[in-house]
Structure formats: structure tokens, C-alpha cells
């Protein structure tokens, strides 16, 4: 029987057939998270799915759902299917038995359920009392789930409209950057409790537009403040201390510029990293990450670029944020001139270009006014919350929009995707092709451009033209997210460091061939037309766009620097 109180709490549920196997389960989960979950067993498909709509019926979170294996395909995918469509936040994993790996029928089942997103991975069931195999998995599932809860407290809390242009991208700028946070819509009952312990500080919320508290430093508050404002509160550091000489400087905190900072710093150069934006690049704002290896469950941009950095900062590498590389220049005695805006002039003795690209604008003017007000660039996954019940589409036909449509889905009442090209195939890995085929809120609209929208103060519909029969229709949209292609971050470059015609960095042997290299020796293979300055990831012509390659070119690109400061080669 529950327990008083047992119903404010999360709920985590496990479906098996087997009576035994059942029990073990509720024992382990419930000696490793009873104290703060509520713990529930089910025999049956349809008992499991009546505690799901029960739960939804009461508002009640749910926050993991297991679903034997052993079951009935159609009776897992009832379970899932429900959980999935009613608790969009709750962590799906399918449970199977130790040994299972030797079954491909197993294996496939597996996959397929993660193809289309019905679960999250598998779980291998306790075999023992106190398996703590079992433990941290489960718990891996909790805290991811704990992060996307709206409800709970989190680390930093942002108040705001629903409509906040600036709550948008504050937001946006948080997850990027691995803040763990929570939106709280201005007039909710949640909101309201925030404002009032802010009130009782003695802070007047008085036309203030955005609120950021940050309970787990000290309760700071900040009132309508800078993206620099709230990195600094946050402990991330925008200036510069101290000497100013460098061995190496990585423009650019994405996979391909983190990769380079571990490296550079754990083999002892002496590494700044200058980075404009947020960590990650455009693989910050991946929701998940599914084919990167050694995450098999799948890990999201964020957390991953979040994992790098605290990496080369354990290693002694510094790290700037919210600032801009602005120019680069040979110095007379060897070495460059970097100057940072905001910070000034530091020296290095060889320099790394990590700057990746930028989501193109859309050119549509219509659209350019609601840059903010319900258009945004990238996946602008922080955005997904404050879409349910609502709207969207996605514009692009790459994995990127790919993963942000998936994303959206889960709780927006529908989600178109447009894309150019006559086919989704063309340009998307098949496990999103498969998932997106299978998710009943989401429309394809293959060769198709928006053209144009408008609304009220905020996004209320775009235009859709068909690229074939020149068509055009209006469909309701409460977001726009447009990740159509990328152009480099190179205008800043000095003409000593030749680009291709479209702006990509040419380096290795393409900088030979261009006539302008200055050694008796070739260009080493990432390094560009100016010698001592390398460029690996998105910005390097004939670069393979992703991660893998963007990080392998950064660990790579680290024993070159080092083979050009030992010849004094620079």
C-alpha cells in the first residue's frame, strides 16, 4: 500500500512478467531511490498502462519507466507508446536479462525501440541483491530525467514572460554552455514562489523584464542582466588575469578547439581558449548525440561539450568566454598578436582556428523581425518546454534539424519539417529518418521553402512555397527553427590566411597549392597558408562535419604545434 505523501513524489515503474524477477527489481530501486521516488511493480501491460493514466490524471511526474523485454511486442510498445505520449519527460529503458547480448533477435528489438524512440536504451536487470549496476543506470535515467523536470529546483532559475524575446535567448545561452537551469512562465504558481523570495531580499521586480536567481550561489540575483553579467555570477571567467603570454591560443570552444585544449594543456603548453558564445559550437545545441562513440545511450552536445572543458580546465588550460578573437597578427620576433575584444592583446606562440560556422539566416525579411519572438537559429532546444501544447517548424535537412524536430515533438501539439530537397534520405542519418517516420505529430514536407509569416508581437505563421508548383500556403506556427547550412566564422582572418571561395580556411595540402606558402618545407596537414596558425573542424576546407572528426582533428592538430615550436618554425 502507498505511503502518505507517496503521490507528490516521482514515480518510478517496472513492467515484468515474472513475479520473481518483479520483486528483485522493486527492491533494488526501491533501496536505492525509495527515500524520494515512489516505487511501482506491474505483472501486466494494462495495469502498467492504468498507473500511467492515473498518474497523468493527477498531474503526478513520472520519471522512469522500465518495460521488460520478455513481454509481448505489442504489450511493450502499449506501455511505451503511453508513457511516451503522456510523461514526455520520463526516461524509457527496456529491461532484459544478463546474457542477452548473445541474442540478435534481442539486440534488434533494442535497436529498433531506439530507432524510433519508443525507449532510451536497455537496462540489464538485477541479478543480486545490492546490484549497483543496476543502481547507476537507473540513476543515470533519474538524473536526466530530474534535469528536464520543470518542476524541480534547479541551480540557476529564469523568470520571465512566456514571450521573452531576451528569456529566449538567455535561456539558449544556459543550456549551450551546460548551466543547469529552469524556466519559470511569469504568473504561474512556480514563478510566483520565486519572485517572492527575491521580493523578501529586498529586490523590486518592477518592470523587470527577465529574472535570473541562482539558488546554488548564494541565492545572487540578477535583474535584466548581460549574457557576460550572468557568466561572471555563474563563475565562468570573461577577463584576463596576469601574464598574457601563450604557447598556444584555440579560437573557438567547439568539439574541434576543447579537443585541442585538453590536449595542448595536458602535454604542458601553456593553452587559452577565446570562445564568443557558448561551448560546444553548433554540437551544443544537439538535444542527442546517438552516434558518438562510446556513448551508446546517446549523450546531448551540451553535456558533452560540458565534459570537455571541465577537462582542460582540470589540465590547466584558461578559458575565456563571451569574448571575440578580433585580430590576428605575425609578430617581428616570432610567434602572433591575438587581440580579444573586451580584453586586449595576448601573445602566442602558435594559434589554432576552432571557430566552426554559423546557421545561416533565413533572408526573409518577415521572418528577421521575429529573430527572438518565435525564429531562432539552431535547435534551440531550451525553447521546447515553452512549446508545449503549441506549434512549430523546423527548417533544414541535416541531422541537426533532425534531432531538434524529434526534440520539439515531444511536446509540441505538431511539428513540421521543411526541407529543399525531394528527399528526407538525402541528408539525414537513418535512425532519425526511422524515428521521425514513426513519431504521429510530425509532417515531412520535402521540397519546400518558407518564404515568409508574420504575427502579433510574437510568431503566429509562416509560409510555406513549394519549390515545384510555386504554391504557397499558411500554416500556424508558434516557432520557427532554421538550420538551413553554415558559413564560417573567417572575415576577421588576415588575407595571409587563404580561404576558399565560400570562406572555409585552407589548410595542409590545399595551402600548397595555392602559391602563397612561404616554406621551403610543406604546409603539416592542418596547418593554413600562414605558418604556425592551424585549422581543424567545421571551418577547415573539406572538413567532414562532425564531432568525431572535429575532435580527432583537434587531438591531432596538437603534435604539429608541437613540431613547429620545437623547430622554432613559426
Not at 498502462?49 to 519507466?65: F, I, K, N
Not at 545572487?220 to 542582466?225: A, G, Q, R, S
Not at 616570432?334 to 592583446?345: I, N, Q
Amino acid at each position: 500500500m502507498a505511503r502518505h505523501g507517496d503521490t507528490a513524489r516521482p514515480l518510478l515503474l517496472a513492467v515484468d512478467r515474472d513475479p520473481d524477477s518483479l520483486e528483485r527489481i522493486e527492491e533494488e530501486l526501491g533501496r536505492a531511490f525509495g527515500s524520494d521516488y515512489r516505487v511501482r511493480g506491474e505483472l501486466t501491460s494494462a495495469d502498467a498502462v492504468r498507473v500511467l493514466e492515473q498518474a497523468h490524471d493527477r498531474s503526478a511526474p513520472v520519471a522512469v519507466v522500465l518495460v521488460d523485454h520478455g513481454l509481448d511486442p505489442e504489450d511493450r510498445v502499449d506501455v511505451l507508446s503511453t508513457a511516451r505520449t503522456l510523461h514526455p519527460d520520463a526516461r524509457r529503458a527496456m529491461l532484459v536479462e544478463w546474457g542477452s547480448w548473445a541474442s540478435r533477435s534481442v539486440a534488434r528489438s533494442i535497436l529498433s525501440a531506439v530507432a524510433v524512440g519508443d525507449v532510451s536504451y536497455y537496462v540489464l536487470k538485477p541479478w543480486t541483491s545490492r546490484d549497483e549496476l543496476f543502481h547507476r543506470t537507473v540513476a543515470e535515467f533519474v538524473q536526466e530525467w530530474s534535469r528536464n523536470d520543470a518542476s524541480t529546483m534547479r541551480e540557476v532559475v529564469v523568470v520571465a514572460g512566456r514571450s521573452s524575446a531576451r528569456a529566449a535567448q538567455v535561456r539558449s545561452m544556459l543550456l549551450r554552455n551546460g548551466v543547469p537551469h529552469a524556466f519559470r512562465e511569469r504568473g504561474t504558481a512556480l514563478a510566483d514562489g520565486v519572485e517572492g523570495v527575491v521580493r523578501d531580499g529586498g529586490h523590486d521586480l518592477d518592470g523587470v523584464d527577465v529574472l535570473v536567481w541562482m539558488p546554488a550561489i548564494g541565492g545572487t540575483v540578477l535583474l535584466d542582466p548581460s549574457d557576460v553579467e550572468i557568466a561572471e555570477a555563474w563563475g565562468v571567467r570573461t577577463t584576463l588575469e596576469g601574464d598574457r603570454d601563450f604557447d598556444l591560443v584555440v579560437v573557438g570552444a567547439g568539439p574541434g578547439g576543447l579537443a585541442a585544449a585538453v590536449y595542448g594543456s595536458s602535454e604542458g603548453l601553456r593553452t587559452l581558449v577565446v570562445e564568443r558564445e557558448a561551448i560546444g559550437g553548433q554540437a551544443g545545441s544537439s538535444s542527442l548525440i546517438r552516434n558518438y562513440l562510446g556513448f551508446s545511450r546517446g549523450i546531448s552536445g551540451a553535456e558533452l561539450a560540458q565534459r570537455a572543458y571541465q577537462q582542460a580546465w582540470v589540465f590547466g588550460a584558461h578559458v575565456l568566454f563571451m569574448r571575440e578573437v578580433v585580430a590576428l597578427r605575425r609578430r617581428d620576433t616570432g610567434g602572433f598578436e591575438v587581440e580579444v575584444s573586451g580584453v586586449g592583446t595576448v601573445t602566442a606562440r602558435a594559434v589554432v582556428l576552432a571557430s566552426g560556422v554559423s546557421y545561416r539566416r533565413m533572408g526573409v525579411p518577415a521572418l528577421e523581425a521575429f529573430s527572438g519572438s518565435g525564429v531562432f537559429y539552431g535547435a534551440s532546444v531550451s525553447e521546447a518546454h515553452a512549446m508545449t501544447g503549441r506549434r512549430a517548424v523546423v527548417v533544414g535537412g541535416g541531422n541537426s534539424a533532425g534531432q531538434a524536430v524529434l526534440h520539439l515533438a515531444r511536446y509540441c501539439a505538431h511539428v513540421t519539417l521543411s526541407i529543399r530537397s525531394e528527399t528526407i534520405e538525402a541528408g539525414m542519418s537513418k535512425y532519425l529518418v526511422d524515428a521521425i517516420a514513426a513519431t504521429d505529430n510530425i509532417t515531412v514536407r520535402t521540397g519546400t521553402e518558407v518564404v515568409g509569416g508574420g504575427g502579433e508581437g510574437w510568431l503566429e505563421n509562416v509560409v510555406v512555397r513549394d519549390r515545384t508548383t510555386g504554391l504557397e500556403d499558411v500554416e500556424r506556427a508558434d516557432g520557427l527553427f532554421a538550420m538551413i547550412g553554415a558559413q564560417p566564422r573567417t572575415d576577421w582572418l588576415p588575407d595571409a590566411v587563404v580561404r576558399d571561395p565560400r570562406g572555409f580556411v585552407l589548410a595542409g595540402a590545399d595551402a600548397a597549392i595555392v602559391g602563397t606558402w612561404s616554406r621551403a618545407r610543406p604546409p603539416r596537414p592542418y596547418e593554413t597558408t600562414l605558418p604556425g596558425v592551424f585549422a581543424v573542424g567545421d571551418l577547415r576546407a573539406g572538413s567532414v562535419k562532425r564531432v568525431a572528426s572535429a575532435v580527432g582533428e583537434g587531438s591531432v592538430v596538437v603534435s604539429q604545434v608541437h613540431e613547429c615550436l620545437a623547430e622554432g618554425d613559426v
